[in-house]
């Protein structure tokens, strides 16, 4: 009788965090086996939001599939449009032209804030700092009301198109944003205010999670997950696309590896956002927003398609049937979205649709790496590290 | 720096701080807002309900020619068209399954025509499911009541003329003029 008490006592307790957990950031579900607090193995079972984004691909034109990708990385649509847009547009050979390469630029880096403030609030959440969260979703609703403003969606945007861009901003639209690009840096030291030297954020944080450098090339981290551990890897730097090689920008990385500095990095990325914004609003140039040199890939201008035969063929060729003159070929494109490097694997066989395409994206790696982080820590950091990976299951389930 | 370390740890500095913060936000203006009482008008060119447009006239100016089912990502539109009395087509039936929509617009933007648009009203939800199943009529009364007078006309001149007239450059396009900080 004693003997059975005993072994009762001392078996390790198996538990399921999610899928339907607030702190799984969506449905991820975790199979977590503890020794009183302490994690001694972790198990994340993924694909509750796969909805085979790869295979309905093949059965889109390539402008029909665009709006999938929107659904990728929910909170931040545009930057997965513009990835996909680039990759599509490498692949056809064609070149957007210079206004609507920074137009998709100043959008990529809006959401690049708007992710992050949304990782911040929610990340803050969990922890334990509830007033973060409130100021951080104030911000969030005034990017918000800018892409509204752009394109009259919220979220789902569906903006960038392959060639340019779908409509021209205003300068409403351009002086709204250019008060928020000079006024979001005060809210953001707003944010640190609270938490930046609050002890019980650092005592969450600091030495939590840590992974070194080479590990977190190992295992194949990027984007922010990976500069906090001091590799200054960005896709924006080293393969540049859009107009980011003609703005000038710091790539902020940490030193430890830890929670805390991948905190420190995304705050960083912040202000350097901004700066961004700042330099494509002033050097906008005027001119085309759709490439005019490539008219078997692009959608004719609408005032034509109803006067000139060839363009009303090119119309209707193009949304039924996708650039029939597409050349045959692979390509492999990443850009750089909030979350890390997302990659497109596109195989082209001269028809429309992509005959397979292929995602990379940067939260099933980061997934893929929970075990690591979490083996081994208290069952409260695994919510932390949940949150530093700023995962979004949208994109890791695809 | 030791000292002051110990010194900010037993004075609570950084919390503090923070509190000084929430209070001065409680004299500030509320972002919220009380939502079924005070409505949030969308902004110009959003994308919410559908419907079909008119022209001066009131007639429907769908031809039937399917590019918007065509091009449909989620494949909600259904167009059924007929032979007239003098041998033109007719669109007989025109029908969107609003739930499965993905108001992306592509239909606004491959109709030759203009005919379809997408109005700013949002709140339609309801307790059946085949009040969303939009017919024709249904379609062309929502281009009465949300796109009536002027707005519907500015809503293809604002919003899909700039698609035409792109590949020249315009005179009026927006660019950065200036920064003044009182503003
Ligand atoms: S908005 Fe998009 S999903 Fe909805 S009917 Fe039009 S094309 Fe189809
Ligand atoms: S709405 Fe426009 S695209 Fe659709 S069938 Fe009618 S005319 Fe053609």
């Known amino acids: ?398 | 720096m030791k000292a002051k370390d110990i010194i900010k740890r037993v004075l609570l500095l950084e919390i503090i701080q923070g509190m000084a913060l929430t209070l001065k936000t409680m004299f500030t203006k509320a972002v919220t807002r009380q939502y079924p009482e005070e409505p949030r008008a969308a902004m110009p060119g959003f994308r919410g309900l559908h419907a079909l447009s008119k022209d001066e006239e009131g007639v429907m100016k769908c031809v039937g020619c399917g590019l918007c089912a065509a091009v449909c990502p989620s494949q909600c539109i259904k167009i059924f068209t007929a032979q007239g009395l003098n041998h033109e087509k007719v669109v007989e039936r025109y029908e969107i399954d609003t739930l499965k929509c993905l108001f992306c617009a592509y239909c606004v933007e491959a109709c030759p025509y203009g005919a379809i648009a997408l109005t700013e009203h949002y709140e339609y939800s309801d307790y059946s499911k085949e009040s969303f199943y939009m017919d024709k009529d249904k379609l062309l009364e929502n281009w009465d009541k949300y796109m009536s007078g002027d707005k519907g006309n500015e809503y293809f001149k604002r919003f899909w003329k700039p698609m035409s007239i792109d590949f020249n450059t315009s005179e009026e396009q927006a660019v950065f003029k200036g920064w003044d900080n009182n503003k």
Request: charged share 25%; with cysteine.
């Open chain 1, 1 to 398: 009788m004693t003997k059975t008490k005993d072994a009762l006592r001392q078996r390790e307790l198996t538990i399921n965090m999610g899928p339907q957990h607030p702190a799984t950031h969506g449905v991820l579900r975790l199979v977590l086996e503890i020794d009183g607090e302490t994690v001694i193995k972790c198990t994340p079972y993924v694909g509750y939001l796969h909805r085979g984004t790869e295979k309905l691909c093949e059965n889109r034109t390539y402008l029909s599939a665009m709006p999938l990708m929107d659904r990728l990385d929910y909170i931040s649509s545009m930057a997965n449009d513009v990835g996909y847009c680039v990759a599509v547009e490498r692949l056809l050979g064609i070149e957007p032209p210079e206004r609507a390469k920074f137009i998709r630029t100043m959008m990529c880096e809006m959401t690049r804030i708007s992710s992050h403030i949304l990782w911040l609030g929610t990340h803050a959440l969990d922890i334990g700092a509830m007033t973060v969260f409130l100021y951080s979703f104030r911000e969030r609703e005034w990017i918000m009301d800018l892409f509204e403003m752009v394109c009259g969606a919220r979220l789902t945007v569906s903006f960038p198109r392959i060639g340019g861009i779908r409509n021209d901003v205003s300068q409403e639209f351009l002086d709204s944003l250019y008060k928020f690009a000079e006024e979001f840096p005060s809210r953001i030291i707003e944010y640190e205010t609270l938490i930046d030297q609050n002890r019980i954020w650092l005592q969450r944080t600091k030495g939590i999670g840590v992974i070194s450098a080479e590990e977190a090339v190992n295992w194949g981290f990027t984007g922010p997950t990976l500069r906090g551990s001091g590799v200054d890897y960005d896709v924006r730097k080293y393969m540049p696309y859009d107009a980011y090689e003609q703005v000038d920008f710091d790539v902020p990385v940490g030193k430890e590896g830890d929670v805390y500095d991948r905190y420190r990095c995304r705050m960083e990325e912040m202000r350097q956002s901004v700066r961004i914004i700042k330099q494509c609003i002033e050097k906008l140039p005027k001119g085309p927003i759709m490439t005019p040199d490539a008219p078997k890939f692009t959608l004719p201008p609408k005032d034509k398609v109803l006067k000139d035969m060839e363009a009303m063929i090119h119309h209707f060729v193009m949304l039924t049937k996708g650039p029939l003159t597409a050349p045959v070929g692979e390509i492999y494109s990443s850009t750089e979205v909030p979350k890390g490097e997302l990659g497109f694997y596109i195989v082209s066989d001269g028809s429309g649709r992509p005959y397979r395409m292929r995602l990379r994206s940067p939260s099933f790696v980061h997934v893929s790496a929970l075990p690591r982080l979490c083996v081994g820590s208290l069952v409260a950091d695994v919510i932390a590290n949940i949150g530093t990976i700023d995962v979004v299951l949208g994109e890791c389930d695809r």
